[in-house]
């Protein structure tokens, strides 16, 4: 029922529509009209207004012929840089970008992928409850799109994000939530030659916080990362302040509190050991979900995957998505392979295959809900 030929048109022309994170105007504009010729019912929000992008989140709905309980399917319009003017090529049915940029599969398979579905109802005058899709912004920005969403619009309380990395047939039931970390050490400036013992260097006092911090692989949970050091000046002048960018994940709140408390606490005892100010800033950028494996929400996937002979997994991943935030508003939702490989790289590239196989499952869950 899908069709090979039109779904990977549709795809290509869909990434040589740039729209990197706060610049999704014009794709959005291209895909209202996608939208609204399968009879969707579309509404865009202001969540663009209130993050300064060019365009608020697309909501659409299509009303069903069945009483069913309403199904979201989710995806987002942005793209990472290098994201602009993307050229495809198709090698032994696999789509790469010319390698000067991404390819943009994250995430417009998975709006390739729902609209194909659509296509194929409206066809063939399938029978199906509702159906309501967002197409959200700035998600790789800091999932700024699904946080300003407009909840009120939505009645489903059963969604599907498709933005996952995995093979079609994966579900993730599990994801982290993620603390972000902003440190400034202040120290005292002085001359590298003639004084330094009257200066105190921030670098210094950063490398010693960090020397005593767990970072990386905390346990099968939880993980830490120090993102980046900045701090400028002269070699002649001990460096008086240094920023650190830092982040905390894992899928127990419990453990992420203490994880970040550990790293703030080394920033203070060294800023102290070395009689520094710090200034430290934490803030829970996204909250954790996790998904029974037995829950009516995998189920169907599953009876969907088996309805296609297709294999099904559960999983839990270590990175954030619009499914942390759809769950933190009281929509339950996992969060499902499209086939997404080496995103965010200029060696991104996806399989038709698994673009195919993702909108026939789209296609399977809104029939076996």
Not at 265 to 272: G, M, P, R, S
């Amino acid at each position: 029922m899908v069709n090979r030929e039109r779904i990977v048109n549709e795809f290509l022309k869909y990434i040589q529509i740039d729209s990197l994170s706060g610049t999704e105007g014009n794709f959005a504009k291209f895909i209202i009209g996608e939208l609204e010729a399968v009879g969707a019912e579309v509404y865009v929000d202001a969540a663009g207004e209130k993050i300064g992008g060019e365009t608020g989140n697309v909501i659409a709905k299509v009303k069903g012929s069945l009483d069913k309980q309403p199904v979201l399917f989710s995806c987002h319009m942005d793209t990472v840089t290098p994201g602009i003017g993307i050229k495809p090529v198709i090698k032994d049915e696999v789509i790469y970008s010319d390698g000067t940029t991404i390819l943009g599969g994250d995430n417009k398979a998975g709006i390739a992928a729902v609209l194909e579905a659509l296509k194929c109802i409206k066809e063939n005058n399938l029978e199906h409850g509702p159906i309501e899709i967002v197409f959200s912004i700035a998600e790789e920005t800091g999932l700024f799109g699904a946080k300003n969403l407009d909840y009120n619009r939505l009645e489903a309380k059963l969604g599907y994000v498709l933005d996952s990395g995995g093979e079609p047939g994966q579900i993730i039931v599990k994801g982290p939530a993620q603390d972000k970390i902003d440190v400034k050490i202040i120290g005292r400036p002085a001359h590298a030659g003639v004084c330094p013992e009257e200066g105190i260097s921030a670098i210094q006092v950063a490398s010693a916080a960090i020397a005593n911090m767990r970072l990386l692989r905390i346990d099968e949970e939880t993980t830490a990362n120090i993102g980046s050091i900045s701090g400028q000046g002269p070699t002649n002048i001990v460096c008086p302040e240094v920023i650190i960018k830092a982040e905390a994940r894992s899928l127990s709140s419990e453990k992420l509190d203490a994880q970040t408390a550990h790293m703030v606490q080394c920033f203070e005892k060294a800023a102290e050991n070395f009689g520094a100010k710090v200034e430290i800033e934490t803030s829970r950028a996204y909250g954790p979900f996790v998904i029974d494996e037995d829950d009516e929400i995998v189920a169907l996937v599953k009876k969907a995957c088996g309805n296609m002979g297709l294999s099904s997994f559960t999983a839990a991943t270590g990175g954030g998505s619009d499914t942390n935030i759809l769950n933190g508003h009281g929509i339950k939702a996992v969060n499902l392979g499209i086939g997404e490989r080496k995103p965010h790289t200029l060696e991104e590239h996806l399989r038709i295959e698994d673009l195919v196989n993702t909108s026939r499952l789209v296609l399977e869950i809104i029939k076996a809900v």
